[in-house]
């Protein structure tokens, strides 16, 4: 599915296809002011008609909280088939698009690679206001396991909207893993925080069995572009 809505939707990853789009690669970036649009035209121009081998390409715009960019691109796919398969761009095709794309860009910022390791929820093209939690872990598994259950014990709240667990592989500071929560729009996403304040129970429980967990940082994005080959 490919379309182009004012502002493009994008989904990182359905939860039917977790097994087959489990790793990504993300590029940070300061769009000039006013050009949102015009790279979002040129993404559908360069990607509508793409033939991805698995997953696809994604663009988002940062909205609030700690994160110094103003967009970011995000690749993602099953392991060793992540982008457009051979034949589909000619070399000289990508270097004019990153060409054209850098005259709506400031400058290029930080870029990060890794893994989901859970996903629970419907699509996020469904819920494309993301809240993103950067964490230090001193156990992953241990937060891993108390993550799910935390997520399984909110399910009846939390409806279907999505909600992510992975890695920083390569970036990401000091942080080695991230949740990832999706809601419909801003107002949604605080009238689930408000819900989510009455798990004390399940709270204290995540808390104790997560085995040392710092979040670092945390913003808000709203995802803008999607292209995959559904």
Request: hydrophobic share 40%.
């Amino acid at each position: 599915m490919k379309k182009y809505i004012l502002l493009l939707l994008f989904t990182l990853l359905s939860l039917s296809s977790l097994s087959a789009q489990n790793t990504f690669q993300l590029w940070n970036f300061n769009a000039k002011d006013g050009m949102e649009e015009s790279i979002a035209k040129l993404a559908t121009e360069q990607f509508e008609n793409a033939n991805f081998k698995s997953g696809g390409i994604q663009i988002e715009r940062i909205e609030h909280g700690n994160n110094p960019w103003s967009h970011r691109i995000i690749l993602f796919g099953e392991v060793g088939k992540i982008g457009r398969v051979e034949g589909d761009l000619k070399e000289f095709e990508w270097d004019l698009f990153r060409a054209k794309l850098d005259r709506f860009i400031l400058e290029w910022g930080t870029s990060e690679a890794g893994r989901f390791l859970s996903i629970e929820g419907g699509t996020w093209i469904d819920f494309p206001y993301v809240q993103i939690y950067n964490l230090e872990l001193d156990n992953s598994s241990a937060f891993k396991s108390a993550h799910d259950k935390f997520v399984k014990q909110t399910s009846k709240t939390r409806g279907n909207r999505p909600i992510a667990f992975g890695t920083y592989d390569i970036g990401g500071g000091n942080n080695s893993h991230w949740v990832a929560i999706g809601a419909k729009d801003f107002s949604d996403l605080i009238s689930q925080k408000v819900i989510n304040e009455g798990y004390k129970k399940e709270w204290a429980e995540w808390r104790k069995n997560n085995g040392g967990a710092v979040s670092s940082s945390n913003y808000s994005l709203r995802v803008l572009g999607a292209f995959t080959n559904q």
